[in-house]
């Protein structure tokens, strides 16, 4: 069987991939503070998780290859708290660039980030404008929670508190569904003082406090409403999500392609 793993084939199968039109699919995550309660990896946990199981998904219908998890992100304003491995948004905004010039070298011209940390996103959305604009490629770049959205909000993912939040009731389910081992307290305890402005405003606004970006010592809400059972829900709404707009992503750029194609004057 053709693996859709980027990291398990030779350097032809995917010189052959990305000339066949393979869509690249780069997961981005961190790993960083999560609370007293959840491991450092969360974010890294979640989104692999995601990644895997939605591309092996989507590759049943388009050509895709999944890279490498890139682990570490932008997480300085977890630093404070320790256990957190950080670039600088300077800094990671060249190592996201950096890894798009890499695919493009390897002949890929579809690259799309996919996103498990609310830090990167900012450079993520760049890395992916920057490269279309130096590049004849075709990119796209989300957070799998702005993509899960609406399959969430059916899956009455608010039920457990903010929806992502960090480290509360919806990652902390999440790791029970993945590493049930690696919750480090038992859930049902606990109650957490909440901040208003987190989130508040339109879509794409953001309020933010020196020292509280993600809330009362680094965590958003309490996560005792957390189970096993809503976290396999939340993961499978999340996994369905994604894989679908994958496909629907590199739909796009195939019509466009052939619309740029046509739009050329003969010579």
Request: hydrophobic share 40%.
């Amino acid at each position: 069987m053709d693996s859709y793993l980027f990291h398990e084939h030779t350097r032809e199968q995917l010189k052959r991939k990305a000339e066949a039109g393979g869509l690249a699919v780069v997961p981005l995550a961190a790993t960083e503070q999560h609370g007293p309660h959840l491991p450092v990896y969360t974010d890294s946990l979640i989104t692999e998780a995601v990644a895997i199981r939605a591309v092996e998904r989507a590759s049943r219908t388009i050509p895709v290859v999944l890279c490498p998890l890139l682990p570490i992100g932008c997480s300085d304003h977890h630093l404070r708290f320790g256990g957190t491995l950080s670039f600088s948004s300077t800094t990671y905004l060249h190592v996201l660039r950096d890894i798009g010039e890499s695919l493009v070298a390897s002949g890929f011209r579809r690259i799309a980030f996919l996103n498990g940390h609310g830090g990167n996103e900012p450079m993520m959305r760049q890395t992916a404008n920057d490269l279309a604009v130096k590049h004849p490629v075709w990119t796209a770049s989300a957070s799998y929670w702005s993509v899960a959205g609406e399959e969430l909000i059916k899956e009455n993912a608010g039920e457990v508190g903010r929806v992502p939040g960090h480290a509360g009731g919806f990652e902390t389910s999440a790791v029970l569904a993945l590493r049930e081992d690696l919750v480090a307290f038992e859930p049902a305890a606990g109650e957490h003082e909440e901040r208003a402005w987190i989130g508040s405003g339109p879509p794409g606004a953001f309020i933010g406090r020196h020292g509280e970006l993600t809330g009362k010592d680094g965590y958003t809400d309490a996560p005792h409403r957390a189970t096993k059972e809503r976290g396999e829900r939340y993961l499978d709404a999340i996994v369905r999500s994604v894989a679908a707009w994958l496909v629907q992503a590199y739909g796009e750029m195939e019509r466009g392609e052939r619309s740029v194609r046509s739009s050329r004057p003969p010579l």
